[in-house]
Structure formats: C-alpha cells, structure tokens
C-alpha cells in the first residue's frame, strides 16, 4: 500500500448563481492550491448547488484552520445560507460496527481493514447477541455484548443508553448497522443523523422490514438487491446511498436467496462506508449526491 | 436465417411424486423421441412438479394429434389433477400489440420482426391514439385506432369492447401491451389470463401505478428497472415473468431515467415475449417457472 | 420532447497546472455565463487535465464566434499547446450509417431517430449490400449501394472512393459502421479520425477481427460483450468508448450468443453515438475520457 | 443452519442417443429414488449428452456403494464410452488453499467457511510468502510457509515439491489457487486436473499473464472483470468456471482498478469454489457444462 498524497476536502453547497465556481476556483488558485478532485452539481428541483473539491495538503502556504477561516470568508460571500465542511484526509476515521448474529456483513469490513484496504480504525464492534465476539476479538477490537431484551421497554431503552455511551465513547465518524437487527428509537437516528449508516437487504423502496428475503421470494421477482441507505426516524426509508442486485430463479430458494443477498449486501455496504468516510457522499433532503 | 428443426414442446405439471420422469421419458423413448432440452422444477412450498420437454418431431412415428392422445393417457395415470399442452414450434406465433403514444417498444419488436429475431405474425397493433399508425403500416401490418374518451364509462366500456373484437380476431397466442397506458377491465383480465404480458417501467413491486420514473426519481434510487409481467385484474401485480436494471445516479433528471429506463423495457419485453411464445414460462399461483 | 435549453459546449484539454479552472470559470462568470454541468479529469500518467463544460447560450451577451475569440485568448494563456473546442447544441448533427446486412443496429437506431430519442439528421446510409434499402427509405433516409466486389484490389478501391464521396457529402459529425463488414483502408481511418465509430461483437481486447461469436464460444467464456470504439488503422485497436456484457451459458449455441450479443451491441453502440454527438467524448493517446 | 437433506449426487456423461433419460429414471424410480434436482445438456458440436441428478439418500433401500455397483451396470448399457461419477453430499469436502501475499480472496473463503456459509474443512492454507499466517491461524487452520526462491531451478522444483506433499497430504477435493503467483509445473497441473481451481484477476481470455490490470488500465477497457477456471499446463487457458466484471472509468487509476476487481475476485472464486464442491461442473474437452 502506498500511502496517498494528504489531501483536504472541501465539501460545499447553496443556492445555485452564476460564478460561484470561479469564486472558490480562484480562491484555491490564488493560494497556489493544487486541486486533484473536482466535482459539481445542481439539483434543478431546489436550485441547489453542490460542489466537493479535493485539494493537494502540500500546494497551499497554511494549514487547515487557516484554510477553514479563509474560506468561510469565501463561503460567506457567496450565499447567506449554505453547507460547507473542510476535512483532512490524513485524519484517521474512526468506526463503531452493531451487529447482531448475522456475521457476513462483519467479516467482509474486518478482512478489507486487515489486508489494509479500509484504511480505518474500528473502535468498536457493538452486538446484541454475543456470537459474533470471537472474530471480532481475533481482529483485537473491543466487543461489546449489549443484550435487548424483549418485551419490557425500560430495559430495552437501557439498553439503546448504554449502545450510545458505547458509540459515542469513540467519537465515530461512521457508526454502521452491519445487519444490527434492532430499530433505532427517535433519538439516536436524530443524533445520530448523517453518520448511521444501515444495509437492508432488499432493493428499497421493495420489501421494507423484517424478512425482505421472504417477501421477495413471494413476490416471485427475478432480481434481489440491497441497499445502503443513511439511518433516519422512518425505517429503512432514508437516504439511498447504494444499491445493487443479482439475478435469482424459481429454482432459487429462501435459503439460496438469503445467500445470493449476501454477496450483494457485503459490496454494497463497503462501498457505501467508503465514500460516506471520503466525504463524498451529500444528503440533500432525502437524497444523496456521490461525488 | 437457418429454418430450426420443427419440435414438439411438451408443458407438464402434477403434484410431485416418484417416478414422474420416468414414466415420461420412457413414454418417449419407446416412441422413438428425441429429447432436444428438458427442464424440471419442483416448487418446494406446494410440492408441484413441472417439466417442459422439446422433442424432434420427426423423431416420433404420429403426429401431434396422436402425440395428445397417448400422452394424454400417460398424464392421466400420473396424476388425478395434472396441467398439460403439446404444442408445434411449426404453428407460427400471431400477436397483437397494444400502445398508446410511446413508441420505443413498438420499433423495437417491429425491428426484431423485421430483421427475422423474432420469427412471429404480429397481426395488428391497435393504439388509443393515432400517433403509431405511420410506423405499423411501414410494416405492413394493420394499425387500428381505438380512441379511450377520458371520463364517460359507458364510451369507455364500448372502446374496450372494440378493442377485444379486434384483438380477438386474430386468436393471438400474445398480447402485447407495449406501454398502452389503458388499464384493462376485470373481464378482459380474465378473458386473456396468461395470454397478456405487460412491461412496466419499475422495478416491481415498486412503484406500481402511474408515473414510476417520477416516483424514482424523488425516492432518490441508484438503479432504476422495468418488469415484464403476466397482466391480471390487480394492477401490476401479475406474476413477474423477467426483470432487469440500469444504474443512474444524482445527475440524471426525470427525461434522463426515462431515456435510460427504455433501453431496460424493451430488452425486458422481447425476452418476456419470447419466452412466452416459446411455452417457457409456467404460470403458478402468482410467481413463475422459466425454463 | 421538450426542446432542452441551447448551450455552448466547451472541450479544453492542456497540461496540468495551478488555476486553470479558476481562469476558465472567471473568464464564464464575469460574461455572466451560467454552467449547467462541468466536469474535470486529470490523468495521472500524461499530466494531461480535461475539462468539458455546458454554458447557457442564452446567459452569454454574445454569441458563439464572440466566444470562441475571447476564449481562445484564455486558452493562449493557460497553455502553448492545448485542444479545445465549442459547439453549439442548437446546430444540428449529421449521421451517415455504413451497413452490410445485419440489420439490428440500424433498426434501433432509426427507431430511436423516428421517437425523437436522437435528435438527428441521418443524412444517409451506405451499404455494401442492398439488403436495408427498404427500412432505410421506409424512414424518409437516402440508401446507396456500394457492392465490394472481393478479390480485385482496384475495384476495392474505387468502391471505398465512391464510400468516401457519398459519406463526406453531407460533412457529417459521425460515421457509424452500424456492423458494417468492410475494413476501412489506413487513409479513411485517418480522414475520419475522432469521428468513425465501430461497434465489435465482443468485449475487447478479446476476439478481434472475424466471427467474435464463434471464438467466443469455443473458449467457453461465461459472458459475451459489444465494445463501441473510434476506427483507426489497427483492425479493432482504436480508443474504447463503451462496453457492455451479458452472461451466457453452456446450453446457449452460437446462434444464441449471436441473438443475445445484439442487444448488447445496440445498446452499446446507441449509448456511445449519444455521448460522441454531445462532444462528451476526449480521445488522448488510445484512451478515452468520457464526461 | 439447517443440515440439508443427504443426497446422492450422479454425473453420468456419454454420447448422446435416445432413451438415456429413460433408463436413468426408470432405473431411479424403479428403486424408489426421490430426485430432488435434475439438469440435462447435449453438446451438438461433439454430440455429448451429460446430466447430474440429485437423488435423496434416504429414499433408496440400498447405500451408496450399492447405488454405485447398479448404477455402473446401467452406464454400462447406455453406452461403451461414458464418464460417470457418484458422490455423498454427507462426506465433508476437503480444500487446500495456496496464498501469496494478496489476502482478499482468502479472507473471504474464511469468512465464508466461519459463517457457515461454505460448509468445507479447510485442511491447510499454503503461502509462498508468510503473510497470511496470522490470520489463517486464528481461524485455527494450519498455514505452511513454503518459500519459492528465485532463479535457482533445483529449489524451484523442490518447493514444488515440498507443496505438493502438504496438499496431497489431506486429499483434498480441491485445491484453491487463492492469488496463488507462482506458476504450477506441468506435472503437477496434470496431476491436480479438474480438482486446481486457480482465480485470475482479468476476463480471459484478455489479459492473460502478469499484471492484468495494469494491461486493463493501459487498454482503456470500460469494464474490469474476473475468471474462476480449472488450472492447466498452458497459462490462464483452462476451461473457464464462471466470470463477471465491474463497470470502471477514465477516473480510476491502477489502484482503483485492483480495489474494486478484488471484490469480483472474491465473488467468482467462491462462486467456481461452491459449484465445484457440489460436483456441478462438468469437463468437456476446455469448455465447461455448469449445472
């Protein structure tokens, strides 16, 4: 593994006007900043423009609190409302992983951060049910076994407490429901907002819920998919990051499906945390830009 | 175009039991037959059995009259309750397209009549507007306008009697409704059980109804579909027969799903057609076997 | 259809360095241009950066001459050597369309045209064949024909000189061998450089030159492919503009591979004619960028 | 998990003619034998008929060795020539597993075999480079560090033989060539024959050799793919087991390539890996008929 060029990127968005690429093209100019990544949107429904730009650490004089200070002046100038976020490539991200007893999910992240090719931290591997401990320990991640129990709803909101001391305790840039078979009450998917990220195992919006192996199944589609989608109040009805899907048969069973599925479920939730932790992803109401 | 050789295609079903292929393949094999392709299922949930057997026709010492008759006997002694058909690959295959103003699936199945792919008589194409006439009669087939008056239902109910004499007239092994923009009465429905195959634009089951590549668009999905489907009383919710998908992503507009989503409906139709018109397709329940 | 807005569309291409973008979008936002869509490349082996944006004809205060001038001065100082090009949506793009005698590629596209999916004047198809003179002229379209007598090197040429007339009598944007049989000589190739487009029956680079299909399978390849690239004088070599795939098995024939390969090559080839016609194609070396 | 229902597996292969599936399933239906699956092919280029047939175990009043004594008698009169072969789903499989440094695809059979999902004693895990003993350890597999050094041909040939002895030592029913890079002598390929699955990382036949991605990125193709095939004396030129490719763009960059063709990798090694444990894959001549 080489280690790329530290790089930092700019995420902004606001009211689509004219020149408002030359303002922050120029501005990077002036400071000699080397642009590697460009890209831009407008979203003619809202008028919305989206931009994200990553700019070469080395080419610009100062460092990022200048770089953030200074182009807040920009960003300012351009609209009176707008989005905007600076990170560092060089910071490490860090992950927190629920689980429940499905461990495929688990082991496809556990052997990309092992061969290097998720280059994060797992701070943690948070599940309801114990099975999955052993492999995450083999990897030397924390597990922590939060049990939910069923029926009483005291226990079960201590429980979703102690998750959150749990997650938050790692300030993590992504917290993702590698098949975590609990909702989320409100609250969490409010704090959480923008940093959850869940796979369903259905080509939403098909087969919301529980079992949507079984409802496709049903249904007799010649196609299943998954999809990664950003956690919000609603179930399984935030905002698509990802999907895809493989072709199934009648001589296809649930357990063969179940299976298929999992291939899709693996792909498409790496490569939906990968870009969530590039920042390339922009929710804009209930939809995403990838850049 | 090589002519293929003629065969005899044999559909079976009867509830799963020992000793069905034997019985039929030695049915066969004393007869002389070859077996060109065979295919079998059994649907684990109801236990049903179903096979489709394509034999050289000038294998067999009778013809297909006596091939009914004797096999009808063998059929008899396999099952109290069984679904059969021997049909002739010789019996050339007439279908009648029904459109409304959106032509690319009607280019595309007349292109693949044209160009011999599709060795069919499309024996009319009948539109509830006027905008296809030039292109069917190019090919000379017979274009037939049946105007749908929005909000009289008497009118209604007449222009659907006009299109099932004219559909009927023909006895068409197919009808196509190639993006006709009608939904079908009960009776009609009923009358064409199994003879009617539909393309909707959605990956069904979502976004069923009007307007799926707008009800795509807001949900925000990363790969849009369409679905080939038997045509039943419940709007799009017919047994699927093939389904397919396309990517899109944050830049494409409405006009752009639309665009791509085409290219998705009429590969997904001339597959579903084909299969049809080759006895492939085994309606059970509300799902189906393609063999 | 809705007419979509008329816009000038930009292509530059020079060495990499601080601020070209910030010189381009400047030199648009203080004319008041509005950028619908811009995108940026820079590759990493040449150094080469690509940019292609589409700019609001009507938010320039001058027209399309004016803007050339003015922009060839920025591009004078961003660059000694650069490409660069603008063109005009509104002006409408000329086809010629080369054929032998499979007809499906141009069946789909002239479906296509007819719908007003592609917006475009065929100014004529060529054949080697008279085979698709009908359907040619069923839509209104000139059809010549050019027989390729085989074994006489002087009739060849004079055969391709009659091509060439017949083809750059309409000075058209694209040349489409829509599974045109003829290999074109080197100084056709050259003449038509950037313009030419091929579609071959296989996922290049494997099965070049004749009969893909049968190559494809007696090596047992578990997909086939269609490839759209631009013609040069090395026979299927040139720049790759589209591919695509579709999986095939141990029961499909070459017959089959033939009938489910055309789907590909239509598609393929329909997508990459729409993006050459709308310049989101930049050829360097023998790769392509394609925005 | 639920333990599947043991099954015999039958693989008979002869020349075709008529009545082989009626003696077959008489001679299955006289005994009382359940078929659960079934699967025909006749190849029409060498006139081959294979089938595989799932019958339940339980069914038959007789064991396997039975069933293999009766059935040879059967074989015996369909034909002089034939290939036939029947196996125990009951008897565990057995794989070796060959390592370099690249460790994606043997993470990924690990989970899979954690999980429960490939149901394989995995009896070693050979690497020519240590790497990959820790976590083949932790998975409680015995990993053997065999060194290839370079140049010296004796050493050459006794580290070959050195592997060869740790993989014979467990019989294994197959053996996985998981980003092995070393090139297997022709003795060893020819003793290994249709039990050597090797994963190359283009879509044969493209890009044979060294470095496929780096010829991939070089050629400018438009999609990436990878090839599961059956190991033979002359280089990525053995019958192809299953492909699939990922779409790619003038974006990506080598190292891109290798990201995302690792996770096709992964899937079609697994893929190949499960049908060739489940006696689907049937030789014929470099082709293969995959039930």
Redesign the interface.
């Known amino acids: 593994m ?1 280690v790329p060029d530290r790089r930092y990127v700019i995420i902004f968005g606001c009211p689509d006007r ?2 408002i ?3 922050i ?2 501005f ?3 400071a ?13 429904d809202t008028g919305w423009f989206f931009t994200r730009q990553e700019v070469l650490a080395g ?1 610009l004089p100062y460092g990022i609190a200048e770089l953030r200070n200074r182009f807040g002046a920009v960003a300012g100038q351009l609209a009176v409302q707008s989005d905007w976020s600076i990170t560092d490539t060089a910071e490490r991200r860090r992950v927190v992983i629920l689980v429940s007893k ?3 999910c688990l ?2 992240l556990l ?2 951060v ?2 290097g ?1 998720l280059d994060v931290d797992v701070s943690a591997v948070v599940g309801n049910h114990p099975d999955l401990a052993e ?1 995450t320990r ?1 990897h030397r991640i924390p597990f922590h076994h939060v049990p939910f129990p069923a029926g009483d709803p005291e226990e079960k909101a201590a429980a979703f407490g102690q998750l959150r001391q749990l997650v938050e305790a790692s300030r993590p840039h992504a917290i993702v429901l590698a098949r975590f078979m609990q909702i989320l009450p409100t609250e969490l998917c409010a704090q959480w907002t923008g940093r959850a990220l869940n796979i369903h195992h259905s ?5 919301v819920g529980a079992r949507p192996y079984h409802q496709a199944h049903r ?5 299943i ?1 998954a999809t990664c989608h950003y956690v919000t109040a609603e179930l399984d009805a935030g ?7 493989i ?1 199934v ?3 296809d ?1 649930i ?1 063969d499906l179940v ?1 298929k599925g ?2 899709i479920e693996k ?1 498409v939730l ?1 490569r939906g945390l990968r870009w969530h932790l590039e920042n390339r992803i922009l929710v804009h109401g ?5 850049f």
């Open positions: 080489t004219t020149g690429v030359a303002r093209a120029t990077l100019a002036d000699g900043g080397w642009i590697v990544e460009a890209a831009y949107h407008t979203d003619p080419s499905e461990g495929h082991y496809d052997g990309r092992a061969s090719e492999v083999a080509f939403l919006p098909s087969f249904r007799g589609v010649k196609l998919g905002p698509i990051v990802e999907q895809d899907v072709r048969g009648h001589g069973s357990a299976r999992r291939d792909v790496a209930n939809k995403t830009v990838v």
